[in-house]
């Protein structure tokens, strides 16, 4: 059950950093919206701080871009914006992700 | 300083600690968004009672946590140490009294180690060349009684001609000797410390989660 778990663990891992390029298409999201949102979904991660180490990756490899802007409360908010790099990665992993999961469904998709 | 002052600077201090390997262009950038990410989930907060701040911190999450996704998501691996690491730092700054060559091997250990930056290996090496020797060397020159000398010498260890003027040094003169002799004692001494420290901060890294 230990490897299992770790298993788990490195699938979220390895998917997180498309789950937040999937989030910004949709257009622009400043940090905190966004870790919430993703912190929201079941599961996929452990605690809010540790996304910030990834979205300054993604920020160094050029796949989001980021501008200040004021915000009606409080002091201005970094907005993360996806680049085309960022567009390209997303489009990629996704064409690679549905043909795993459908492999991957029709050998352990009925087995309950 | 109230206990919600204190509670939330003793996690800001662990914050800085766990990253501090973290190179400075990327910490800083993840320490204010973290910050700022705080400040938002506390206006979220019904209160600002302590137990309020505690569930934000435990929801930001532990530092020790942040800091090792940072090293897997940045790429950090852990430096190779050994022995010879410290060894560099002992030629660096005594090495000189067995002869030129000591000092050598210990510049060569330094600039062949995984544990210090480009940066301050040039630091290692250029402060100062030698190590403690040219202090040495600086306090072994003939002193003068007044008589006018001229002869080879050794100054911050270049070879050259030293003459002195009868009189005895000047005041200034003395005075610029002493300075030097100074600079070059503390100088090597602050540079063993620095490469020291960082080698100690290496050594306790968590292992390669990937090794």
Redesign the interface.
Known sequence: MVAQDRLVAQMRRGTLEYCILALLRKGDRY??DL?REL?ALDGMV?????I??????L??DGQVSSTWQESP???P??YYRLTSKGRASLASFSEEWTRFRDAVDQLVGGAK | MTTREQVMDDYLDRLHRSLRDIPTSQREGIISEIVTHIDEALDAEPDDSEASLRNVLDRVGDPDEIASEARERLDIRKPRTSWLDTLAIVLLLLGGFLGVIGWIAGAVLLWLSDVWSTRQKIIGTLVVPGGLLPAFLLLALPGDTGSSTCGPGVVNGIKTTVCQSTGGPSPLAQGVAIGLLVILVVAPILTSIYLGRTLMRARRLPADPTS
């Open positions: 940090a905190f870790v912190a452990t605690s809010e701080g540790t910030y180490p990834l979205l300054s990756r920020h160094k409360s409080g002091p908010r970094r």
